[in-house]
């Protein structure tokens, strides 16, 4: 089974970048495609991005494309998030998780999740 353990979340300030890492363990990394998605407070959980198994193909939400850049390590077993210009709009809990399909951004399709980890935009 899949295991997704994310890292790198924080409290930064506005305008501050932060990579978020996802790292995988327990299966066949390739055999997965791996998702970024945040959960803000009080409200759903949203897709972000993902990225296929090969690395060479990705998919943004429309309001992140410019900001956001998604990548994919096989050595290193893990998923990056590279989230730049950060404003208070980007606070939330943010999880990667994993499923074996099409790259979208549909929360409900994702299998296997990580527990997330937490970040904070604010001065």
């Known amino acids: 089974q899949l295991q997704l353990v994310e890292s790198g979340g924080g409290l930064v300030q506005p305008g501050g970048s932060l990579t978020l890492s996802c790292q995988i363990s327990?299966?066949?990394?390739?055999?997965?495609?791996i998702g970024w998605f945040r959960q803000a407070p009080g409200k759903v959980r949203e897709g972000v991005s993902c990225i296929t198994r090969s690395g060479s193909g990705w998919n943004y939400v429309d309001s992140e494309k410019a900001r956001f850049t998604i990548s994919r390590d096989a050595a290193r077993r893990a998923v990056f998030l590279q989230m730049d210009n950060l404003g208070p709009e980007d606070t939330a809990v943010y999880y990667c998780?994993?499923?074996?399909?099409?790259?979208?951004?549909?929360?409900?399709?994702?299998?296997?999740w990580g527990p997330g980890t937490p970040v904070t935009v604010s001065s």
């Open positions: 327990g299966s066949r990394m390739d055999a997965y495609v």
């Open positions: 998780a994993a499923r074996m399909s099409v790259c979208d951004l549909r929360v409900h399709e994702w299998d296997i």
